[in-house]
Structure formats: structure tokens, C-alpha cells
């Protein structure tokens, strides 16, 4: 019997080869360098800014943002090492469940605020739509890769934008406007990077003009509320201050305001004097309007600092979108850099005045435990894209000397 190699042993060879490569690449380290780097800045700001609000404790916050990061950090190593292809089997499991935890924040969650959006546990609150941005990505990604060959069609755009609409308007139920334009940027984002039509996205932005003007315009004159009094308010005071008594829209945009005149106050390199950062001129400045405490305390400088680790984060979510060595995961890529990019802008947009009001949070930057451990979650993805894309690789390097 011949003892020459089968054409079948050098793949499975190089399968076996991958999976042990898999496991001893290391992480990205332009990517894990912009989250310690954030993380480091989310707990120095909020350490600063929360250090008189609670009496006797002035550590509260920034000990338990600390533990948040600690865990998050924990969980994106462990995802990172999972093979996120099984991810594609579970797909209507993970939809399901969204749906099932945005229904279940909806019904049993904690209001704080006009906002129903936490469940109270034990040790913690859960925020449920802070993770189903995730299983938003990861449901569609898996999703449009099943549709692979009618990905130009309009029958695949309509079906991912309906569902997507069903979490989207869950989530506004609660309400919160700022997790719903993330749902939405999601799916835009994975549709463009899948090869929809320019003329599909043409009709979805005349369809949300048309939404928009319902929803704001022609409703309400017919006494008709879809949006909660505290939605209206918000995008009210944004849109038509000019339009409204001084005094009615100063307290509409108050918050803003006082974020502005906090990044002002901190000019090229911040206040030093504790006392005047503690006093504080945002409310929520740990959490919403957590920027403004940045270019409060550490001004100009620290302010850059912050965007260039964003930037850093974002240009190597890119990079790794076009390493994956699959549809599946380059979907996913997209899916995370969108909801990277819209927080990113409307919260900082939100804080220099350019932006309305909606809630949103400051990836890795803004306190919470949701926040924190869903963005980690997002990294861990990245980074197993990242470590099978350069397994893949390397196994082609080593088929290719056969």
C-alpha cells in the first residue's frame, strides 16, 4: 500500500493546524491598546466627577465602574477565543431571545427618569437593550449570509428591515430613542456592506421622512401621541427653541447648554481645582454627558485624547472587517462599527450642542455595567474575527509549501 499522502490529508491537516493557531495568535494589539486606553479615561473622569455625590463615599462610582471593566475585559478575552461561525446555527434562538428580553424590560423593568429600560437583579441593573445591539449584530449578519445569493434583491432589504423594526420599536416603547437609531444604523450598515442597491437606500430615506413627518407633524395636530411627552420635549427643544419663549427653551436645552459652557470651562488642558470639577455643571455627567466632563476636567487635551482612541477603535474594526476571511464576519465587523460610530457621534454630538438630546451612552467611557460589558462583548467578537482571519492565514502559508 502506497505511503503517499491522500489530496485529503493536507486539508485536514491545515483545519487541525487552524484551530491549534487559533487558540495562540494573540489579540489585536492596536485594537486591545485603544480599549485599556479608554478604559483608563472612563475611570479617571468618572473618579473626578462623581467624587462628591455620594456622601462618604466617594469612591462609589469609579469602584464599580472599575468592576465593570474588569469583567468586560474578561468576557472579551473569553469570546475572542470562541469561533464565532456557531453563531450562524443560533440565529433565530438569538432573535428570539432579543425580542423576548426587550418584552421582559418593557414589562418587569424599573422606571427611572420617563424611562422603562433597566431589570433590577440582585447585584445589578440589566439593561436589555444595551445588549440586544449584539444580538441585533450577530441575528442579521447570520441573517443576510443565509440569503447570500438574493443579497441585491428587495424582497432580502424589506426582510431585514422589518426585522429589525420589531426590536427597534420595542425599544422606543420604553422609550429610548437613542439604543433605536443604533438598531437602525445596524441593519443600514450591514445592508451596505451585503451589496444592497443604492436605490434601496434611496427608498428606506424617503420612507423615514415620510415616518418622521407622521410621527411629528401630522399626528400630534390630529391629537394623536406616538412619541411619550419626554421624546417630544427633547427633540422639541432641539429643532424649535428659536421658535419658543426664551425661558421654555432654556429649560428644554438646559442640559446641553450646561455641557457646553463645562467644555468651555476647560480650555486647552482642563480645571485643577477638584472642587470646581466636583461642583459640577452637567447633570449625568458620569454617564449621558460624560464627554463634557472630559473636555470639563482635562479640556482640550484630554478631549482629543478620548476621540483619537475612538478613532483608533473604529479604524481597526474597519481593518478587521476586511481581514475576515467570511461573509459572516465581515457582516458582523460592520454591524459592530456601526453601533461604535453612532454612539461615538450622537453622544458627542449631543454634548457640543449639534445633536438632540436621546440618551445615549459614550462607549466604554460612560458608567454602567450594559454599556460596558455589551461594548467589551462587541470587542471579543472583533477580536475572533481578527484571530481566525490570521489562523486562516497562516494554514494557507503552510498549504500552500505541500
Not at 450622537?346 to 450594559?370: E, F, K, Q, R
Given at each position: 500500500?502506497?505511503?503517499?499522502?491522500?489530496?485529503?490529508?493536507?486539508?485536514?491537516?491545515?483545519?487541525?493546524?487552524?484551530?491549534?493557531?487559533?487558540?495562540?495568535?494573540?489579540?489585536?494589539?492596536?485594537?486591545?491598546?485603544?480599549?485599556?486606553?479608554?478604559?483608563?479615561?472612563?475611570?479617571?473622569?468618572?473618579?473626578?466627577?462623581?467624587?462628591?455625590?455620594?456622601?462618604?463615599?466617594?469612591?462609589?462610582?469609579?469602584?464599580?465602574?472599575?468592576?465593570?471593566?474588569?469583567?468586560?475585559?474578561?468576557?472579551?478575552?473569553?469570546?475572542?477565543?470562541?469561533?464565532?461561525?456557531?453563531?450562524?446555527?443560533?440565529?433565530?434562538?438569538?432573535?428570539?431571545?432579543?425580542?423576548?428580553?426587550?418584552?421582559?424590560?418593557?414589562?418587569?423593568?424599573?422606571?427611572?427618569?420617563?424611562?422603562?429600560?433597566?431589570?433590577?437583579?440582585?447585584?445589578?441593573?440589566?439593561?436589555?437593550?444595551?445588549?440586544?445591539?449584539?444580538?441585533?449584530?450577530?441575528?442579521?449578519?447570520?441573517?443576510?449570509?443565509?440569503?447570500?445569493?438574493?443579497?441585491?434583491?428587495?424582497?432580502?432589504?424589506?426582510?431585514?428591515?422589518?426585522?429589525?423594526?420589531?426590536?427597534?420599536?420595542?425599544?422606543?416603547?420604553?422609550?429610548?430613542?437613542?439604543?433605536?437609531?443604533?438598531?437602525?444604523?445596524?441593519?443600514?450598515?450591514?445592508?451596505?456592506?451585503?451589496?444592497?442597491?443604492?436605490?434601496?437606500?434611496?427608498?428606506?430615506?424617503?420612507?423615514?421622512?415620510?415616518?418622521?413627518?407622521?410621527?411629528?407633524?401630522?399626528?400630534?395636530?390630529?391629537?394623536?401621541?406616538?412619541?411619550?411627552?419626554?421624546?417630544?420635549?427633547?427633540?422639541?427643544?432641539?429643532?424649535?427653541?428659536?421658535?419658543?419663549?426664551?425661558?421654555?427653551?432654556?429649560?428644554?436645552?438646559?442640559?446641553?447648554?450646561?455641557?457646553?459652557?463645562?467644555?468651555?470651562?476647560?480650555?486647552?488642558?482642563?480645571?485643577?481645582?477638584?472642587?470646581?470639577?466636583?461642583?459640577?455643571?452637567?447633570?449625568?455627567?458620569?454617564?449621558?454627558?460624560?464627554?463634557?466632563?472630559?473636555?470639563?476636567?482635562?479640556?482640550?487635551?484630554?478631549?482629543?485624547?478620548?476621540?483619537?482612541?475612538?478613532?483608533?477603535?473604529?479604524?481597526?474594526?474597519?481593518?478587521?472587517?476586511?481581514?475576515?476571511?467570511?461573509?459572516?464576519?465581515?457582516?458582523?465587523?460592520a454591524g459592530i462599527v456601526a453601533m461604535l460610530m453612532?454612539?461615538?457621534?450622537?453622544?458627542?454630538?449631543?454634548?457640543?450642542?449639534?445633536?438632540?438630546?436621546?440618551?445615549?451612552?459614550?462607549?466604554?467611557?460612560?458608567?454602567?455595567?450594559?454599556?460596558?460589558?455589551?461594548?467589551?462583548?462587541?470587542?471579543?467578537?472583533?477580536?475572533?474575527?481578527?484571530?481566525?482571519?490570521?489562523?486562516?492565514?497562516?494554514?494557507?502559508?503552510?498549504?500552500?509549501?505541500?
Open positions: 500500500m502506497s505511503s503517499a499522502l491522500s489530496p485529503l490529508q493536507p486539508s485536514q491537516e491545515t483545519a487541525q493546524e487552524t484551530r491549534r493557531t487559533s487558540f495562540s495568535l494573540p489579540l489585536d494589539p492596536l485594537l486591545l491598546l485603544a480599549v485599556i486606553g479608554l478604559a483608563i479615561c472612563s475611570a479617571i473622569t468618572i473618579k473626578t466627577a462623581t467624587a462628591e455625590k455620594i456622601a462618604g463615599d466617594p469612591h462609589y462610582f469609579v469602584d464599580r465602574q472599575i468592576v465593570y471593566l474588569v469583567v468586560g475585559m474578561v468576557l472579551m478575552v473569553g469570546v475572542s477565543r470562541l469561533n464565532y461561525d456557531w453563531l450562524r446555527q443560533l440565529k433565530y434562538w438569538i432573535y428570539g431571545g432579543l425580542v423576548l428580553i426587550l418584552l421582559a424590560a418593557l414589562a418587569l423593568g424599573r422606571e427611572s427618569l420617563g424611562s422603562t429600560r433597566a431589570i433590577s437583579l440582585p447585584l445589578f441593573s440589566f439593561q436589555s437593550s444595551e445588549i440586544g445591539k449584539i444580538l441585533l449584530i450577530v441575528f442579521l449578519a447570520a441573517f443576510i449570509v443565509d440569503r447570500s445569493r438574493a443579497l441585491r434583491s428587495r424582497d432580502t432589504t424589506l426582510r431585514v428591515i422589518a426585522l429589525t423594526l420589531v426590536p427597534t420599536l420595542i425599544v422606543i416603547a420604553e422609550p429610548d430613542l437613542g439604543s433605536s437609531l443604533v438598531y437602525i444604523s445596524i441593519a443600514l450598515m450591514t445592508l451596505f456592506i451585503a451589496g444592497a442597491p443604492w436605490r434601496h437606500f434611496a427608498a428606506l430615506a424617503l420612507l423615514a421622512v415620510l415616518a418622521l413627518t407622521l410621527v411629528l407633524v401630522v399626528a400630534p395636530s390630529m391629537g394623536v401621541h406616538v412619541l411619550s411627552e419626554y421624546q417630544t420635549e427633547r427633540l422639541t427643544g432641539f429643532f424649535n427653541s428659536s421658535h419658543l419663549p426664551a425661558s421654555e427653551a432654556h429649560k428644554l436645552r438646559y442640559q446641553q447648554e450646561q455641557s457646553k459652557l463645562a467644555i468651555g470651562a476647560g480650555r486647552q488642558t482642563g480645571l485643577h481645582d477638584a472642587r470646581a470639577v466636583a461642583a459640577g455643571y452637567v447633570p449625568f455627567d458620569e454617564s449621558d454627558f460624560v464627554f463634557a466632563s472630559v473636555g470639563e476636567q482635562h479640556g482640550f487635551v484630554g478631549a482629543a485624547l478620548v476621540l483619537s482612541l475612538f478613532a483608533l477603535l473604529i479604524w481597526r474594526a474597519l481593518r478587521i472587517l476586511t481581514m475576515s476571511k467570511d461573509l459572516f464576519g465581515s457582516l458582523i465587523a453612532c454612539q461615538v457621534f450622537v453622544n458627542v454630538g449631543v454634548a457640543i450642542g449639534i445633536m438632540p438630546d436621546t440618551g445615549i451612552t459614550l462607549p466604554l467611557m460612560s458608567y454602567g455595567g450594559s454599556s460596558v460589558i455589551s461594548t467589551m462583548l462587541a470587542i471579543g467578537l472583533l477580536q475572533s474575527i481578527y484571530v481566525r482571519a490570521r489562523a486562516s492565514n497562516a494554514s494557507k502559508s503552510r498549504a500552500l509549501s505541500w
